[in-house]
């Protein structure tokens, strides 16, 4: 299984990058993972909330091939603790799916047409989040959850 994260818009904070990167590369030693940037709208101050998800929508459906599943970060999601959401990981993997996408959205949230092609959300908390930091905390879930996949002592470190 392949894992993507899909972003709007850059990390300029060059200390969350460097960490943001670091999980990554620990992620390659379990699983082909990739996060895809995508560039922020221009001109935003121009549209309405409804017309800028649609936007993203568009830009993140150009993302999504037909048989990927889904999944949005999402403050209405499910929330699981690191143990489960490492369960749910391994469910995914042994059903087959060739590429799992995770997707963090704008600061609006996501498009109805976004919505409906998803096949879950999750919730990494209560608490909102930068969407910078999400990104962190999210590759650093993925890391912890392989690894208490695999029985290594990274959770309990």
Do not use: C, W
């Amino acid at each position: 299984m392949n894992i993507k994260l899909l972003a709007i818009g850059k990390t300029d904070n060059k200390e969350l990058q460097k960490l943001i990167d670091e999980y990554s590369k620990r992620l390659s030693f379990y699983i082909k993972f990739e996060l895809e940037i995508i560039a922020d709208i221009k001109n935003v101050k121009n549209l309405s909330e409804s017309q800028q998800k649609e936007k993203e929508g568009e830009l993140i459906m150009a993302k999504i091939a037909s048989q990927d599943q889904l999944i949005l970060l999402d403050e209405n999601g499910k929330s699981f603790s690191s143990v489960g959401f490492s369960q749910e990981l391994q469910k995914k993997m042994n059903s087959g799916i060739k590429t799992l996408v995770f997707v963090i959205g704008g600061p609006y949230g996501f498009s109805d047409a976004i919505y409906t092609k998803a096949s879950g959300k999750i919730s990494l908390s209560a608490m909102t989040f930068s969407h910078q930091m999400v990104r962190l905390f999210f590759v650093e879930q993925l890391y912890r959850g392989f690894t208490i996949l695999k029985g290594e002592p990274y959770h309990h470190s």
